[in-house]
Nanobody
Framework: QVQLMESGGGSVQDGGSLTLSCAAS????????MGWFRQVPGQAREGVAA???????LYADSVKGRFTISQASDKNTLFLHMTNLKPEDTAMYFC??????????????????YGQGTQVTVSS
């Protein structure tokens, strides 16, 4: 079993910054793949950033150059540092974990666990 708990969401102005954190615990191999997804009511959940066991991080085109995904050295905390936030970044952000042993992916079939989410609201 894996447990994920997000924090750090909030309300910011257009152009502001926020850093989300995800405290992760549980079976290590089920956290080889870690990612951030976001969802707006009425729309599908979309991948934002992910890291896997191979290769570098993966970012959605809409956040490249603005968001950075990272992990603490003990792999128990996942971060999403968000800069130059835009109103279209407003969403519920979810941390996710999976047992996928290769590189980063947004394939939701490879993620077995999601957190409860943290709301990010960007106002213009």
């Amino acid at each position: 079993q894996v447990q994920l708990m997000e924090s750090g969401g909030g309300s910011v102005q257009d152009g502001g910054s926020l850093t989300l954190s995800c405290a992760a615990s549980g079976i290590t191999y089920m956290r080889y793949l870690m990612g951030w997804f976001r969802q707006v009511p009425g729309q599908a959940r979309e991948g934002v950033a992910a890291i896997g066991r191979e290769g570098g991080p993966l970012y959605a085109d809409s956040v490249k150059g603005r968001f950075t995904i990272s992990q603490a050295s003990d792999k128990n905390t996942l971060f999403l540092h968000m800069t130059n936030l835009k109103p279209e970044d407003t969403a519920m952000y979810f941390c996710a974990a999976g047992a996928w042993v290769r590189g980063a992916t947004f394939d939701r079939d490879q993620y077995q666990t999601y957190g409860q989410g943290t709301q990010v609201t960007v106002s213009s």
